[in-house]
T-cell receptor, first 114, second 110 residues
Framework: NAGVMQNPRHLVRRRGQEARLRCSPMKGHSHVYWYRQLPEEGLKFMVYLQKENIIDESGMPKERFSAEFPKEGPSILRIQQVVRGDSAAYFC????????????FGPGTRLTVL | GIQVEQSPPDLILQEGANSTLRCNFSDSVNNLQWFHQNPWGQLINLFYIPSGTKQNGRLSATTVATERYSLLYISSSQTTDSGVYFCAVGTSGSARQLTFGSGTQLTVLP
């Protein structure tokens, strides 16, 4: 059973460009979560999605960030007009439908904004 | 929101030594996980342990939910155990939103 997959593993963007991070959950998992790890900071929750629905986006910055989990295909975290402060490791996690269940994390995407 | 405190923040051990890492949380939880972030940055699931005790090889964990703490035990440490250990919790109001502690940086010397 393949684990959570994220791509790309490393992404370099110049200020003002767009970044698209992809996450494929584990087989059989219908819930996806995105977390961000900023340098010198801990891991912070960003957003929780089910297929075609955003359930909780309380941790998402109000501007430039968006997330989706379409009926077909991976979940996408999109960052528009990136700034240097967006440089971080972005982790995706997935879990099955049951409420009380562990989350399994992908290897992360390391975004560097030049 | 819930506060999660981990101690100690840093720990240096000689290979073969044992250690105990602690995670205190400020409210009731119904989800608690321990992770190891290896030197390559990957997050490895260690335990899903909202209550009780579990063991996996040289690692074991205990959560006493009523007293709001969890312990991670590492026995006979190896250099490959080095990295950061995170505790993360979910509460009844937001079980699916994990709140992470600041981690314990473990260095195991050969």
């Amino acid at each position: 059973n393949a684990g959570v997959m994220q791509n790309p593993r490393h992404l370099v963007r110049r200020r003002g460009q767009e970044a698209r991070l992809r996450c494929s959950p584990m087989k059989g998992h219908s819930h996806v979560y995105w977390y961000r790890q900023l340098p010198e900071e801990g891991l912070k929750f960003m957003v929780y999605l089910q297929k075609e629905n955003i359930i909780d986006e309380s941790g998402m910055p109000k501007e430039r960030f968006s997330a989706e989990f379409p009926k077909e295909g991976p979940s996408i975290l999109r960052i528009q007009q990136v700034v240097r402060g967006d440089s971080a490791a972005y982790f995706c996690a997935s879990s099955p439908q049951w409420l009380l269940h562990e989350q399994f994390f992908g290897p992360g995407t390391r975004l560097t904004v030049l | 929101g819930i506060q999660v405190e981990q101690s100690p923040p840093d720990l240096i051990l000689q290979e073969g030594a044992n250690s105990t890492l602690r995670c205190n949380f400020s409210d009731s939880v119904n989800n608690l996980q321990w992770f190891h972030q290896n030197p390559w940055g990957q997050l490895i699931n260690l335990f899903y342990i909202p209550s009780g005790t579990k063991q996996n090889g040289r690692l074991s964990a205990t959560t006493v939910a009523t007293e709001r703490y969890s312990l991670l035990y590492i026995s006979s440490s190896q250099t490959t155990d080095s990295g950061v250990y995170f505790c993360a919790v979910g509460t009844s109001g937001s079980a699916r939103q994990l709140t992470f502690g600041s981690g314990t940086q473990l260095t195991v010397l050969p």
